[in-house]
C-alpha cells in the first residue's frame, strides 16, 4: 500500500512505505534513512487555501463591498479559515461567494472561483492524467474520461479516508472554479520545487520583457533540478524552442552598444521571439532602419520556404526580433 498524506494538528514526517511511491522533497535534517525508506516533506499545521487559476484577494471594507487588493497567481498560498460569506465586488456590482484567508498578517477575502482549501500546492506530472468520481479505476466522470495535462496545478485535499492509490484534490475544469476530484497518487507531485518550478515557468511566458522572462526560467530550471520530477520546464511548458536556446544555453549576447541595421528592397518581419515558428508583430519597411541591442552568439541555419538560411537572431532595441539574412549593417 502507498503512503498518503493527511492533514494533522502537529507537524509529522510521512514515511513512504512502498518504493513505487515517487518521493516528493528533499529529505528533513536529521533523518537518517536507507534507500528502500523516502520521505516526503512535513505538512503545515495551518491549512491552506490554494489558487488553482491566478486570481486576487480582496479587502473587506466600511461599506460593506469587495474592494481588490492584490493579484496572485496558480499554486499561491495563503492562510485558509473555511469562513465564507456573499458579497459585492466594488469594481462590478456583481455578488458573488468569498473565502477568508489570511495572507501577510492580513485578514482579506477570495472569490471561491479561484481557490480551494483545506490544502496544499500540488502538480501533474504524467503526461495525460485521468480524473476519477471517486477513489475507485471504474469512476471515470459520467461525460466521458477527463484529462489533466501535465504541468496543471492542483490543490491536494485534506483526506480523511485515504484509499491505497487515490487522492482526493481541487482542480479548475470548464470554467466551473474549482471541482473536486480523484487522482491517482503517482500522478501528482506536491514536493515544493516541483511547484515553484511549475509557477515560475507559467508567470514566465507571459511575461513579455526578455531579462524578466529570461531571469524567471533560468530560476523555473534551478527548482525542476533540486525537484523529484520534472525536467524540460521551458521546451514542455510552451516556451518558444529558439528563445530557450538562446537564453539559457547561453548563445545570446547583450551588446555593450547599438548596431545598426537596415532592410533592403523588401519588407522583413519583426518577431516576437526569435523563431520561424512565433508571431509577427510589427515589419520592416525597405529601407528602414532598426537599433540592435542583442544577438545570438554563434551562426543558425533556419530552413524556409527558399530552402536553408545563414545567420544570427538579432533582439532590437524594442523587443523584436529579426533574422540577420534579411538585413544589412549601416551607420545611420
Known sequence: MNGKLLFIPAVFFLIVLGCTKPAQVNEAPGIEHTDEEEYIEPVKSTPQGVFVLDGSISELKDDGKMHWKAALNAGDTVDWTGEKREAVRAYDGATRNFYKVYFNDQELWVHDYFIAGPAIPAVIVSEETVLYT??????????????????????????????????PIAVFIDNRGPVQQWIKINDISWDTNDVGAVKLARIAVSTRVPD?????????????????????????????????????????????????????????????????????????????????????????????????????????????????????????
Open 212 to 332: 524578466a522572462r529570461k531571469a524567471l526560467f533560468k530560476n523555473s530550471m534551478e527548482f525542476a533540478s533540486k525537484g523529484r520530477r520534472l525536467n524540460g520546464i521551458p521546451l514542455r511548458f510552451g516556451y518558444d524552442p529558439g528563445l530557450y536556446e538562446l537564453e539559457v544555453t547561453n548563445n545570446l549576447v547583450e551588446l555593450n552598444g547599438s548596431e545598426y541595421y537596415r532592410a533592403g528592397d523588401e519588407i522583413v518581419n519583426m518577431r516576437d521571439m526569435p523563431s520561424l515558428n512565433s508571431n509577427v508583430v510589427d515589419r520592416l519597411e525597405p529601407n528602414n532602419g532598426i537599433t540592435v541591442t542583442a544577438r545570438s552568439k554563434k551562426p543558425i541555419k533556419l530552413e524556409t520556404e527558399d530552402g536553408e538560411i545563414d545567420g544570427v537572431w538579432l533582439g532590437t532595441d524594442n523587443g523584436y526580433w529579426v533574422f540577420s539574412y534579411y538585413v544589412m549593417p549601416y551607420a545611420p
Open 134 to 167: 471517486k477513489p475507485d479505476p471504474t469512476s471515470v466522470a459520467r461525460s466521458g474520461t477527463v484529462t489533466l495535462p501535465k504541468y496543471t496545478i492542483i490543490a491536494m485535499l485534506e483526506d480523511d479516508n485515504p484509499a491505497d492509490d487515490f487522492m
